[in-house]
């Protein structure tokens, strides 16, 4: 077949306008961009000395504290595809705490997951009975629904705990998932990892982290990520979902029940958030019931659902990125957290390039001034102040959102008000 079309008089040939790039897949850059922080983790482990970095036992608890996160930021997902923003995730993963301590308490840790599960759908029912039946605005509805988990579970607690632990703030011991390991992989990676090859030894410390010590429920977690892309964007009710997240008229103009997916949308967005709260009680490692024991992590998983552009992909990695700060200041201390500083001047150099390659002249000088700014921190601390530690998370989503802001495309009719009857 000819490239090229003759038009006008013979001799003068006009060329086909050349094919634009197919965009890689998902799952391609996905796997590009774990191999970019791979290097940069183990390049900055190098150079600075700091084997915390990509130990074993940092990815272990960098997983079990991005659990939490990700099942948030999947409750974002499906309620802002269907049109509603959920800023109450942070109340629904409240009750998913206290119905986690009481369930597991009377009958297992199955029972804890699932009663996590349904306390944290009522507070999705009732945020679609507010937002949807009664046109409430979302951010009023949301941040009623945190103020009214935090106390209805304090409540809770000080009506049924405070007589079995004498601490109307905590809840009595409760049973914690079993973990499993792949036992002869997880040796094989062990040695490479304590071999300290540079690189090799990085990514063995990683990934036997995420292979040792694994819980059912974190199993169970990390696959509803590709089980919720499935459901959205390969079946008719996914589509349709996401229709009434786009336009609803239309789509009520089609014969889809723009009311009835909304409310499913929102049932399975707390049922998320609840089991999110399930992973901080019933996980290995983690603390019974406490008072206020999310400590943020609902909006944290807000933050990880908009930095991966309302998609799956896209949110488990937000949920990798701040999991993984929060288990390096807890495997760590201020020490690592500063050597992660200097990784991330590796990383906006590599950006000041990248941009002055493509003559993007203002982000390349913003990347610049970042890394200058962070090197001087580097270099004039030996480590972080011990009070800031704690909050290495909520640093790390502040900015991210601001590098994320700049691509974002959400669903079009988000936080919409929408009436039954406006498309006929």
Known sequence: MSTTVETGSPGEVQAQPPRQRRPLPGWARGALWGLVAITVLSTTSYLTGIDTLTSSNTAQNALRLALPILCA???GLWAERSGIINIGLEGMMILGTWGAAWGAYHGGVWAGLLAAIVFGGLGGLLHAVATVTFGVNHIVSGVAINLLGLGVAKYLADLVFEPLSGNPRQSPPVPKFDTYSATFLGDWLGELEAAKRVGVSDAAGLLRGLLTQVS?????????VPVSYLV???TRFGLRLRSCGE???AAESLGVNVYLHKYVALLISGGFAGMGGAALVLLPGGADYLENQT???GYIGLAAMIFGNWRPGGLLGGA???GYADGLQLSGGGEAVL?????VVLLLAVLVVVQLWRRRWLAAGLAAAGALVLYVVYWTNDELPRELIPYTPHFVTIVVLAVAAQRLRPPKALA???RRGEGD
Request: charged content about 10%; glycine content about 10%.
């Open 73 to 75: 930021a999947l409750g």
């Open 216 to 224: 059912p429920l974190a199993m169970f977690a990390l696959l509803l």
């Open 232 to 234: 959205l964007w390969r």
């Open 247 to 249: 336009n609803p008229v």
């Open 295 to 297: 400590n943020g992590r």
């Open 320 to 322: 990798a990125l701040f």
């Open 339 to 343: 050597a992660l500083c200097y990784g």
């Open 416 to 418: 919409m008000r929408y």
